[in-house]
């Protein structure tokens, strides 16, 4: 390693580390309470894949870098020094492990291990290796936030494809969806694919609301990278958009990473207080089903279970308004146990979904949700983020669970939209990540 990347790596560990960080560095007693909550080691029982060893990493390397103890004795205090070697096994921590925080939730001294884990990507982004989808698609968003001209006469064209269909499934010959509509009391942020904009289109038709949808998709793939930089790039689109607008509220669709980022954390990136709500497209929904404003024409009588995702879930305290969906349209609903903050990661968070050559290490650590979705003997398995949904379409491939996996908003749809009569065995619309594949 040359002394130039070595001083830019060790330039940003310096930059993170603040108090917070220095205790769960210097607290960690390996006493193995994360190992046991951990579905990845659980899975394969690999001791380099325990959440603790993950982030010793960082650990060991601050000892050596940092304290003088670990300078002079460094085998004594299990310092290490900056290596390619080091740097290889921090790669493989790092984008390996899904974020879900379960092992903070069992730590008995309340350490973050995913922000250790933060910090080793931010040294891995600023020396540039990083997974190179994620990378990709991180550099494509920020484009289309500087080029936005050059999109959105196409956007819109496709956009208006989609009223046709809009309009057989609530029954509304004026059913619109709106986009740049000034004085909106609700921007809608979805994803890449027509398949998280057609189905609360429904539902924001037949509630009546005031909304429009944003140009710009609510996946941040930067925040998967530990690039604070360009995550806050990312989000600032929606950010500059939702004032230029006038909303009142920013509704985040069924994404768990989208929604923690811009509910949790963009406002401290910005440092700004945004002048606007962000809200979760699960609290509309609760309230419109509260309120009468959406009804339930047809029950789904099929058993259904609900999956967390850790993000939208554990990391951004979304729990009771999805299930209050899920149970208001099924009639037999089955949740899984553990759930809510102590609910098992599905596997295909933190940016794995996205990264191609570890479909195979996500099936395999995902055995543990596999087990979880089995015993509840649900049909159906819904869940509010994509990334959940891909991994658990290849969880019940895999494990062969005989599941329907299902956006929590599609089964919704189905309930309650007059023209939807769709049936599950029909093919799903192209999703974002197979919309990115493609283009």
């Known amino acids: 390693m040359d002394e130039t990347t070595k001083q830019k790596l060790l330039d940003v560990m310096k930059s993170k580390l603040n108090r917070q960080l220095l205790y769960y560095l210097d607290v960690c007693a390996k006493c193995g309470a994360c190992k046991d909550a951990c579905h990845i080691y659980r ?11 993950r982030a010793d990493l960082l650990r060991r390397l601050y000892r050596r870098h940092f304290t003088s103890a670990g300078r002079v004795f460094p085998s004594l205090y299990e310092a290490t020094d900056l290596s390619d070697q080091l740097l290889d096994e921090m790669y493989q921590a790092a984008f390996t492990c899904t974020g879900c925080r379960r092992c903070m939730v069992y730590c008995p001294f309340g350490i973050d291990l995913t922000w250790v884990i933060g910090v080793e990507k931010a040294m891995l982004s600023a020396v540039g290796k990083v997974p190179e989808e994620l990378n990709m698609l991180a ?44 004085g909106a009391r609700v921007l809608y942020v979805a994803l890449a694919g027509t398949g998280s904009i057609l189905p609360p289109a429904v539902i924001f038709n037949l509630a009546g609301e005031d909304w429009t949808l944003s140009e710009f998709e609510a996946a941040n793939y930067g925040y998967f990278l530990g690039d604070t930089a360009r995550a806050a790039r990312i989000a600032e ?44 497209v699960f609290e509309p929904w609760a309230r419109y089903l509260k309120e009468g404003r959406v009804k339930v024409l047809r029950p789904i009588a099929e058993p259904a279970t609900y999956h967390d995702p850790c993000q939208l879930g554990r990391n951004g305290g979304i729990y009771e308004e999805p299930r209050e969906v899920v149970k208001a349209i099924c009639t037999d609903f089955r949740d899984m146990t553990p759930n809510r ?5 599905c596997g295909g968070g933190g940016g ?88």
């Open 237 to 280: 689109r929606i950010v500059n958009e939702a004032k230029e607008l006038g909303v009142e509220e920013v509704v985040l669709t069924e994404c768990g990473h989208a929604y923690r980022v811009m509910k949790h954390l963009d406002e401290v990136w910005s440092k700004q207080k945004f002048p606007f709500k962000v809200l979760s």
């Open 341 to 345: 903050e102590k609910n098992w990661c």
């Open 139 to 182: 550099d494509a968003a920020i484009e289309k936030g500087n080029s936005i001209d050059l999109y959105r006469e196409i956007m819109q064209d496709q956009i208006r494809s989609l009223e046709p269909e809009l309009r057989e499934l609530t029954g509304m010959p004026d059913a619109t969806i709106p986009m740049g509509k000034k």
């Open 352 to 439: 794995l979904v996205a990264q191609t050559d570890l479909e195979e290490f996500r099936a395999d650590t995902g055995l543990v949700k596999a087990e979880q979705v089995r015993a509840t003997g649900a049909r159906i398995a819904a869940t509010p983020c994509e990334n959940c949904r891909l991994q658990l379409a290849l969880l019940n491939e895999r494990y062969h669970l005989g599941v329907e996996v299902v956006a929590v908003t599609d089964l919704l749809v189905r309930a309650v939209a007059p023209g939807a009569l769709r049936k599950p065995e029909q093919e799903p619309r192209e999703t974002a990540r197979e919309q990115e594949a493609s283009a």
């Open 43 to 53: 899975a394969t029982g690999k001791a380099e894949l325990v959440p603790s060893h």
